[in-house]
């Protein structure tokens, strides 16, 4: 299942500074951070709750906390803007990475790079990428995630071609995607259309 958040009007706001071409990086790495802060907002509404009292200066109410569980997955590089923001929104996280780069002529996915806890069942995993372009680097890091036991896992974009999506579904049906805007298409070189360009690039000032 797909979850597409562009009627949200904080996310076209942020969308349009981080898909100008003239937005520098420092004003880059604000927006990223707090588009995602928006789009896991809307992710954490599937989290569960343990029931709980608490005791107020005037009386006891009943309240509740997250469970615990959750475990963020960045795909190196550009999934490291979103952490810092993710970790906000859900606090008592836990962080696994993986590296991810894409073959410049092929555009397929090598993995670099990969440190993840063993998942429980009941581990809830939001793998974090602001591009799923061809969606090679997600299904691959989220082969690694079920290999590792998870059960529970989430894709939490910001941009999304359509045909990555596509790919994405057919090799992980059982995984929801939560995209800030699913763009229009991607072109020869597999960017996405009309897309912000290169992520990481523009994170890092590369
Ligand atoms: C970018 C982006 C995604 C990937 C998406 O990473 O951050 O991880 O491309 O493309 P895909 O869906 O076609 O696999 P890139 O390979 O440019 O590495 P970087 O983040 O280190 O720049
Ligand atoms: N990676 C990016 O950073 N941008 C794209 O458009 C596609 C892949």
Redesign the pocket.
């Known amino acids: 299942m797909t979850t597409d958040l562009s009627t949200h009007p904080l996310v076209q706001h942020y969308l349009t500074i981080l898909r100008d071409r003239s937005t520098q990086a420092s004003e880059f790495r604000r927006c990223s951070k707090c588009i995602t802060e928006v789009i896991m907002v809307e992710a954490a509404k599937q989290l569960s709750l343990d029931l709980m009292q608490v005791q107020t200066p005037l009386e006891i109410a009943d309240g509740a906390r997250l469970s615990p569980g959750v475990v963020f997955v960045p ?5 490291l803007g979103m952490l810092d923001p993710a970790m906000g929104v859900i606090p008592g996280s836990s962080v696994g990475y993986i590296g ?3 073959d410049e002529a092929t ?1 397929e ?1 090598k993995c670099y790079y990969a440190k993840m806890p063993d998942f429980r069942a009941s581990t809830q995993v939001f793998v974090l ?10 299904a691959q890091c989220v082969e690694q995630i079920k290999a590792k036991g998870a059960k529970n896992v989430n894709m939490v974009c910001i941009t999304a071609a359509p045909e ?1 999506i596509a790919a994405f579904e057919e090799a992980h049906p059982d995984v929801s995607i939560l995209a800030g805007k699913i763009d229009r298409e991607l072109n020869d070189q ?1 960017y996405i259309l009309p897309g912000l360009g ?4 523009r994170l890092f000032n590369t």
């Open positions: 795909i190196l590089r550009a999934g991810m780069e894409r555009a996915a990428d602001p591009m799923l372009a061809t969606g090679g680097s997600a990555g597999k290169d992520f990481g690039d």
